[in-house]
């Protein structure tokens, strides 16, 4: 079945310390992305990649890292955490630039 | 930058009355994707519209891209319980990769 997972699906964790989420797909896409969605601010991108090694800013980087070492894999990674990084995040992947994005099933995280 | 202005944010109807969301841009949009969004649930794409006055069909779905490819619409007809979600409208930014921007969505609830 295609699809793209993300772990881990909630995640409560304090201001400083270092997270990764994970995001993987297995429908072969070149194109991947991270959103974070909030009340009343819809879906920002994070970071999006166009291929292996080749990663770009989206709308709402600060505070975000993202690393493209492996075609399937795209993890987004917060190095110091804070409060207002509290929201749910998304990760999806195309097959095409910009366009039909499969969306996993979403990470829940909260910084205290 | 290029946003996408959506209204209205949210919209309450009555089982079997029509509703209809509206996408705005100030600047001309290479597409347009529609999503929806279920309760707890992850974007999931329904559309893209490409031409100009593009109509789509989809069950009691339709689907508008304006003539000058500055707005589109979403319209249902004869709302039911399982149309209930977020609808949002998405379109890539010119020029930038894999950079989409997501309208703020808007929240459909359908009473019975």
């Known amino acids: 079945e295609a699809q793209v997972t993300q772990n881990p699906r909630y995640l409560i964790t304090v201001t400083g310390k270092k997270l990764t989420v994970t995001c993987s797909q297995n429908?072969?896409?070149?194109?991947m992305s991270w959103y974070r969605q909030d009340p009343g601010l819809g879906l920002r991108q994070i970071y999006y990649?166009?291929?292996?090694?080749?990663?770009d800013k989206g709308d709402v980087p600060e505070g975000y890292k993202v690393s493209r070492k492996e075609k399937r894999n795209f993890p987004l990674i917060l190095e110091s955490p804070s409060p207002n990084q509290t929201s749910l995040y998304f990760c999806?992947?195309?097959?095409?630039?910009?366009?039909?994005?499969?969306f996993g099933p979403g990470t829940r995280l909260t910084v205290t | 930058g290029q946003q996408v202005m959506q209204i209205p944010q949210y919209q309450h109807v009555q089982e079997g009355e029509d509703f209809t969301t509206y996408c705005n841009s100030s600047?001309?949009?290479?597409?347009i994707q529609w999503y929806k969004q279920r309760p707890g649930g992850h974007p999931v794409f329904l559309i893209q519209?490409?031409?100009?006055?593009e109509v789509k069909k989809q069950k009691r779905l339709t689907f508008q891209f304006g003539e000058a490819k500055k707005n589109s619409s979403l319209h249902i007809t004869a709302t039911q319980t399982t149309d209930v979600g977020t609808y949002f409208c998405?379109?890539?930014?010119?020029?930038?990769?894999?950079?989409?921007?997501f309208g703020t969505g808007t929240q459909l609830k359908v009473e019975l």
């Open positions: 999806a992947s195309s097959g095409l630039a910009a366009s039909k994005q499969y």
């Open positions: 429908m072969n896409h070149e194109y």
């Open positions: 990649s166009m291929n292996v090694e080749v990663t």
């Open positions: 600047t001309t949009l290479s597409n």
């Open positions: 519209l490409v031409k100009s006055g």
């Open positions: 998405a379109n890539p930014i010119t020029g930038g990769g894999n950079k989409l921007t």
